[in-house]
């Protein structure tokens, strides 16, 4: 159907054309009684003006050729689109997000438009689209694991006969970014067709509970406890009921723990300590389990993480003092006779004296602290007692970070009032803090004896249990009074408390002593109490406990993963399916074994699935690059096992993925009227809460409009700019105009 | 001005200058658990305010024991911790001054004892000292003015605590002759002999170290007090912080 000429100013032709005439009329009386018979010649002239006044004000009510609306005799749909999510099965009022979305789209959309005249068709999305009928709608129940209205779109759009008169989208507007949202807001432009949301629900958080993540060390020795850490998440507002939490070895329950009901929001972790005897591969598997009801729901109830028991290596310690304290030789005393633990100090004696201990050549610590990775690489865990950052150069905070979050390494920072102070912020070295330090600085001198008030989370830890015969309370809670310490403002996310002060409060409650946190690959840990030797000297004190807790908190720092090849996933966020990207980065001096290839030939990247089929094999060239990057698809979620081979088949390093199912359904629960009011804004649409909801005659009359505003916005339009041969007809009847008067002798 | 008066200013003169020594001699010759005797009293050294840096690290108690009140050649203990204190990096705390069966002697880490004559510990000191020292605490006992008396009771008294270890002489290739100063020996002023520092062990670790020479008098007073005996006062001052400081690294 061909475009027809509009005019974007009608009036101006109307009114133009009456002024035009009027003059061209008086001026043919005027100059008729002059010119006296000639009225031939006086009305080719007077049409030659008309012409030229013509294009002038054919030009000034802009002209435009619009495309055609719809196509004769196709008849516009009312497209429904009606969620059916997870996140609409969430209860409110009585009944679902869901029901109470269906029931308005069969007892008020649908009568009402059956009454108007406008024909419908009804589809249910979540992570696809599915046209239904009104009988399977009742069939239908919301259990999608995500809300892709852009995709959903998408694919419908393009199925309809023709453009749908409006979209009505039935939801709670919590949609997630999907790779079609473009092509979607593209294809509602072209068709003309306004999108109508209604959204359902209410703006409060619903309480869900999700397990967000199962952390355990990938290497640990025969007979050494450790933790498997599953950190849960309470989302919404409210009590979450007491639910079970179990931990399974290789598919075999070992423990089930019935946690007590929990106030949402908050996030904690809950730690299993665990002891193998053998040496082998272990899965362990966190499962959450209780009653979902309307109010509650769960997220992620699942995660895995595999842990490699072999024989004990020896922890080497390097213990790094600013000036010389008690409780380097206290700690040195309580891993004396360890034979896997080796500490090497590195105390400043005086201004420029310093004081090794224990190395293990002439050359070692000569240059000072290590600055470079190679230097670095001997030790699993430094301390830094009370060392300032101004103590280490930019170079050697840089190494030590890069020991932590890359090789895998820890750091323990202990000190008082005088270590921790402002002089921490904005440095390397203070990223490496599970706190935040108070602005104020330390407390300065010794004011009243404190207690360290070891949190009862903490308690359960392997680290805090230092005695066969007493229980931790027992042993924690008989700790001594300490006299100084730093002043920590609250923890980083993500960090957890081990001890608090017991009276000293602070922005984020009591004072925190004692914390930790994962930093990249490695573990990081502050302990804010000058002078903690007091413990074993003390009367009452078992020395025992005391060497027991600094065994285990050293065991527990070098516990995180230490590979000479070390395996890192880049990606942030894991969810099944999708591209798994990971780096594979050499070891941190590419002496001549390594640069040759590895230890027994050239090394490989081996990919296994959840069902140990192989993914991928990729050769790793490290002597052209100290990092290789890969790439696999992880189709399913599950385990995913990475390692790196030598051409013998050694495992040179080895590293487990847990690739949650793609559940993100379930991280926002409020309506989000936004994201609906969004997508309506692309063209003439609109959104409205349900509750707002006009009666649906009334919706159906302010939804054509939108559509009518929408077509006549969306049609086609092709202005009809100035032309060249516009000015050649006014300027030739101008000129004709002139000539003629001229030789007629018009004046 | 007449005699009278010249006679009343040098007594007021002679009352201001002696008067609060003596009562702090006093003080401290209180029995231990008399009223007005603390367990830990200040020294006179806290009194004067010498050292007082409040977020200090280095704890160090003179010990009062047996009959002996902690302050023979009184300000051996001030000296000894000045000289860590300038030396090192070492934050010093006052001096305490602490009889043994004192709980404050379980929250210091460095206990030094002197003393001129014999003496005898009961059963409940040696109990005392014995889970002190099974705890990390560390003791320097030294000799005042070379009299044999003293170092013979601590051999005699120190040897009693752990079963089986006795007081014995530490070689020039220990390590507490290397821990700041290289000490290659240490000579003695009226002997031809070279002088050993002693020490007690518990499980292979050294927790009590005597100098029979008169340590304390070398590097507190010059060695004036020892009539030209015992240890040349560079050595004492090389040799005192090596203690010290092989104390709180070992």
């Known amino acids: ?357 224990n190395v293990e050549s002439a050359e070692e610590l000569t240059e000072g602290f290590p600055s470079t990775p190679a230097e670095m690489a001997p030790y699993r865990v430094v301390v830094l007692s009370n060392i300032r950052p101004t103590d280490l150069t930019a170079a050697q905070q840089e190494v030590l970070a890069r020991f932590v979050s890359e090789r895998g390494g820890g750091v323990l920072m202990m000190g008082g009032a005088d270590t921790f102070d402002s002089s921490w912020r904005g440095t390397r070295l203070e990223q490496l803090l599970p706190v935040l330090l108070a602005p104020t600085g330390g407390v300065m001198g010794i004011e009243k004896p404190f207690r360290m008030n070891v949190l009862p989370e903490a308690l359960r830890r392997p680290v805090f249990a230092v005695s066969e015969t007493r229980t931790a309370e027992e042993v924690w809670g008989a700790l001594p009074t300490f006299l100084t310490y730093g002043r920590i403002d609250a923890g980083k996310p993500g960090a957890q408390v081990w001890a608090e002060h017991s009276e000293d409060r602070g922005p984020g409650g009591r004072r925190i002593l004692m914390a930790t946190q994962r930093f990249g690959a490695g573990i990081t840990a502050v302990l804010a109490v000058q002078n903690f030797w007091r413990w074993r000297l003390a009367k009452d004190a078992e020395p025992a406990e005391y060497d027991r807790f600094w065994r285990q908190l050293f065991r527990y720092l070098a516990s995180a993963d230490r590979e000479q090849v070390l395996i890192q996933c880049t990606d942030t966020e894991l969810r099944a399916p999708m591209d798994v990207h990971v780096a594979v980065s050499g070891p941190a001096s590419m002496t001549g074994e390594w640069a040759a290839g590895g230890r027994g030939g050239a090394l490989r990247l081996v990919v296994e699935d959840p069902q140990g089929q192989v993914l991928l094999k990729q050769d790793l060239a490290f002597e052209v690059q100290a990092t290789v990057q890969a790439v696999f698809r992880a189709e399913k979620a599950g385990l995913y096992r990475l390692s790196v081979r030598n051409g013998e088949g050694e495992t040179v390093s080895l590293r487990s993925l847990d690739v949650p199912e793609s559940h993100v359904e379930l991280e926002r629960t409020a309506r989000d009227m936004g994201g609906l009011a969004q997508w309506a804004a692309v063209g003439e649409g609109f959104a409205l809460k349900r509750e707002d909801c006009p009666p649906a005659a009334e919706l159906l009359r302010r939804i054509r409009e939108s559509a009518t505003a929408e077509r006549r916005r969306g049609r086609e339009r092709a202005p009809l700019e100035l032309r060249w041969w516009m000015l050649a007809v006014a300027a030739g009847a101008l000129s004709a105009e002139w000539l003629l008067r001229k030789r007629w002798n018009f004046s | 001005m007449n005699m009278n008066t010249i006679r009343l200013l040098l007594c007021v003169l002679w009352w201001m200058a002696t008067g609060p020594r003596g009562q702090a001699q006093t003080q401290a010759q ?185 340590l304390c008098c070398s590097f507190s007073m010059e060695n004036r007090c020892n009539n030209g005996k015992g240890v040349p006062p560079i050595h004492g001052r090389k040799l005192a912080l090596n203690i010290a400081i092989y104390a709180l690294t070992h």
């Open chain 1, 1 to 357: 159907m061909e475009s027809t000429l509009s005019f974007d100013f009608p009036w101006v032709l109307r009114t133009g054309g009456v002024l035009a005439g009027g003059v061209l009329l008086a001026s043919v009386l005027t100059e008729g009684r002059r010119v006296r018979g000639a009225w031939l010649r006086l009305l080719l002239v007077t049409l030659l003006r008309a012409v030229a006044l013509g294009v002038v004000l054919f030009l000034a009510a802009r002209p435009v050729f619009v495309a055609p609306a719809d196509p004769p005799g196709v008849e516009r749909k009312l497209l429904v689109l009606l969620d059916r999510s997870a996140s609409m099965a969430l209860e409110e009022g009585g009944q679902t997000r869901f029901e109470a979305a269906r029931e308005f789209l069969n007892r008020e959309l649908a009568p009402a438009a059956r009454g108007a005249g406008i024909p419908m068709q009804e589809a249910v999305f979540a992570e696809d689209v599915q046209w239904v009928t009104a009988g399977d709608l009742a069939r239908v129940k919301p259990e999608g694991t995500g809300t892709n209205l852009g995709g959903a779109l998408a694919s419908a759009l393009p199925q309809a006969e023709a453009p749908p008169l409006a979209v009505v989208v039935l939801s709670d507007g919590v949609f997630q970014e999907g790779a079609e949202t473009g092509r979607a807001l593209s294809l509602l432009s072209q068709a003309g067709t306004p999108l109508v949301g209604i959204g359902f629900g209410s703006e409060a958080e619903l309480r869900v509970l999700s397990l967000t993540q199962l952390g355990a060390p990938p290497r640990v020795g025969v007979g050494t406890s450790f933790e498997v850490s599953a950190m849960l998440e309470a989302r919404g507002q409210g009590m979450v009921p007491p639910f079970d939490l179990s931990l399974m070895r290789n598919g075999q329950v070992i423990e089930t723990r019935q946690l007590p009901a929990q106030v949402a929001p908050q996030t904690w972790t809950v730690n299993f300590p665990v002891s193998e005897e053998r040496e082998g591969d272990y899965e362990y598997t966190v499962q959450l389990a209780g009653q979902a009801s309307p109010q509650v729901r769960f997220g992620n109830q699942r995660a895995s993480a595999r842990v490699h028991v072999e024989n004990s290596r020896e922890v080497r310690v390097l213990y790094v003092q600013g000036g010389l304290t008690w409780d380097y030789k206290f700690v040195s005393i309580a891993l004396k006779n360890d034979p896997t633990f080796k500490i090497t100090g590195y105390t400043r004696t005086a201004a420029q004296s310093f004081f090794r201990q």
């Open chain 2, 30 to 214: 209180k029995p231990p658990g008399a009223p007005g005797s603390a367990a830990a009293t200040p020294s006179a050294s806290e009194a004067s305010g010498a050292i007082q840096d409040r977020t200090a690290t280095f704890f160090m108690g003179r010990l009062k024991y047996s009959n002996n009140n902690g302050n023979d050649c009184s300000a051996v203990g001030t000296e000894l911790m000045k000289l860590v204190s300038s030396t090192s990096t070492i934050r010093v705390q006052r001096e305490r001054t602490l009889a043994i069966q004192s709980p404050e002697l379980f929250e210091t880490p460095f206990l030094f004892m002197n003393g001129h004559d014999k003496f005898t510990l009961t059963e409940e000191e040696l109990g005392i000292f014995r889970k002190y020292f099974s705890h990390g605490g560390f003791l320097l006992a030294s000799g005042c003015c070379t009299n044999p008396a003293f170092p013979a009771a601590v051999r005699q008294e120190l040897g009693r605590i752990f079963p089986g270890e006795s007081v014995r002489a530490l070689p020039y290739e220990h390590g507490i002759y290397r821990a700041f100063h290289r000490i290659e020996s240490v000579p003695s002023l009226h002997e031809r002999k070279e002088i050993h520092l002693e020490g007690l062990f518990y499980e292979g670790r050294l927790v009590a170290v005597l100098c029979e020479d008169g």
